[in-house]
């Protein structure tokens, strides 16, 4: 069973920075893109960020694009999101998440997912 644990979340002020990584237990799963979704209490889990493993092509959500950026280190078998210019609406759980096929926005199409880790932006 593939498992992907998620760190590097924590308590920032708004205009601050956090880097979010996920490091993946398996080399060898059938994995076409790596994504970060996000979910705030009372609120649907919405796509944030998306890259595609072989090539990495990188996809956005509007909300966070200019201010947040994915990368990857096959290397390390790793993903990461650089957040930066934090607003309070970027408070949510942030997770992980794996697809082998699929289209990248949709939940759906992701099969593995990480635990969640909590940023919090306050004002």
């Known amino acids: 069973q593939v498992q992907l644990v998620e760190s590097g979340g924590g308590l920032v002020q708004a205009g601050g920075s956090l880097r979010l990584s996920c490091a993946a237990s398996?080399?060898?799963?059938?994995?076409?893109?790596m994504g970060w979704f996000r979910q705030a209490p009372m609120k649907e889990r919405e796509f944030v960020a998306a890259?595609?493993?072989?090539?990495?092509?990188?996809y956005y959500a509007d909300s966070v694009k200019g201010r947040f950026t994915i990368s990857r280190d096959v290397d390390k078998n790793t993903v990461y999101l650089q957040m930066s210019s934090l607003k309070p609406e970027d408070t949510a759980v942030y997770y992980c998440?794996?697809?082998?096929?699929?289209?990248?926005?949709?939940?759906?199409?992701?099969?593995?997912w990480g635990q969640g880790t909590q940023v919090t932006v306050s004002s």
């Open positions: 998440a794996s697809a082998s096929s699929g289209i990248q926005y949709y939940t759906a199409s992701y099969n593995y």
């Open positions: 398996e080399r060898t799963f059938r994995r076409y893109f």
């Open positions: 890259i595609s493993w072989s090539v990495g092509d990188r």
